[in-house]
């Protein structure tokens, strides 16, 4: 059975800078299309950046240019890393795989993933 564990989240001052990281069990990351989204509370979930099985990247624009997904398929573990972060950041960030009709999109992806991760949460104080 595949599975999903986030790591790293935390609190942070806003300008300052965050890493997540996303370790896939009983699966091959490469295969996958993966993805970061959060929610607050009170919010609906947001597709964040996305990176497809060839390691093409896309991102929403609230995070372009500050949040960077990478994976590193050795071993099977996405990442997420935050700058410039912002009080409006704040949220739990999940990780999640799967095989949705296209791998592009992150506010859309997340309809076609199969796994998701329970979530870590990221404070940004102002």
């Known amino acids: 059975q595949v599975q999903l564990t986030e790591s790293g989240g935390g609190s942070v001052q806003a300008g300052g800078s965050l890493g997540l990281s996303c370790t896939i069990s009983?699966?091959?990351?490469?295969?996958?299309?993966m993805a970061w989204f959060r929610q607050a509370p009170g919010q609906e979930r947001e597709g964040l950046a996305v990176i497809d099985s060839d390691g093409r990247s896309f991102y929403a624009d609230s995070v372009k240019g500050r949040f960077t997904i990478s994976q590193d398929n050795a071993h099977d573990t996405l990442y997420l890393e935050m700058t410039s972060l912002k009080p409006e950041d704040t949220a739990t960030y999940y990780c999640?795989?799967?095989?949705?009709?296209?791998?592009?999109?992150?506010?859309?992806?997340?309809?076609?993933?199969?796994?998701w991760g329970k979530g870590t949460l990221v404070t940004i104080s102002s």
């Open positions: 009983g699966g091959t990351a490469s295969t996958y299309c």
């Open positions: 999640a795989a799967g095989l949705p009709p296209s791998c592009r999109t992150p506010d859309l992806v997340q309809y076609g993933m199969d796994y």
